[in-house]
């Protein structure tokens, strides 16, 4: 394998559960504005199940050996492609909307760009499936992409069976959490 060769490791799926808040979220919105209150029972009757689902089909993420690539949109189509090292937080966001349809937003925070668009360095990824256990293998392979570009040795044979170890101790908080949840 060459340096410039890009892996896929792995296509993230989204929730169904996205169209439904995208389809909640704009009627709300319109609800509250004075234009778009003319515009409710078109959104209500048609355009918004078809508007909501052509942009769920639009969602993409990927997960590479260099790269985190996400993109949305039909209208306005947005591309971002962050690379692992520059990745500085993944964090989960999950309000009382997200939670009631079972969603959770990953925010990724990057580093660089500096200047008055700090919303440049963030890039938001709704309902992306097992979005805990996607978080750990950017994590992962971010660890893996930052140890290679400074030569660092300390990656050893214990280090795969530690990342199985605490894959392993996350699916088991997984399962306790979905048992407390349930009660």
């Known amino acids: 394998m060459t340096s410039e060769q890009e892996i896929i490791l792995h296509d993230a799926t989204f929730n169904l559960k996205v169209k439904?808040?995208?389809?909640?979220?704009?009627?709300?919105?319109?609800?509250?504005?004075?234009?778009?209150?003319?515009?409710?029972?078109?959104?209500?009757?048609?355009?918004?199940?078809?508007?909501?689902?052509?942009?769920?089909?639009?969602?993409?993420c990927r997960l590479t050996n260099k790269n985190l690539?996400?993109?949305?949109g039909f209208i306005v189509n947005i591309e971002k492609t962050i690379p692992l090292e520059n990745i500085q937080d993944l964090s989960f966001i999950g309000g009382p909307i997200l939670r009631y349809f079972g969603l959770t937003l990953i925010k990724v925070e990057t580093a660089g760009g500096g200047g008055s668009h700090h919303s440049n360095n963030i890039m938001s990824m709704l309902g992306i499936n097992n979005a805990e256990e996607f978080k750990v293998e950017i994590l992962i392979q971010r660890e893996k992409v930052i140890n290679s570009k400074y030569n660092r040795n300390t990656v050893n044979k214990t280090s795969t069976n530690?990342?199985?170890?605490?894959?392993?101790?996350k699916q088991e908080l997984i399962a306790i959490k979905e048992i407390l949840s349930t009660k």
């Open 162 to 169: 530690d990342n199985q170890l605490l894959l392993d101790i």
């Open 20 to 60: 439904t808040y995208i389809f909640i979220v704009v009627l709300v919105t319109l609800i509250f504005s004075v234009i778009g209150l003319v515009l409710v029972p078109f959104w209500i009757f048609g355009i918004g199940q078809w508007l909501s689902n052509k942009f769920f089909k639009t969602l993409k």
């Open 69 to 72: 690539q996400f993109s949305k």
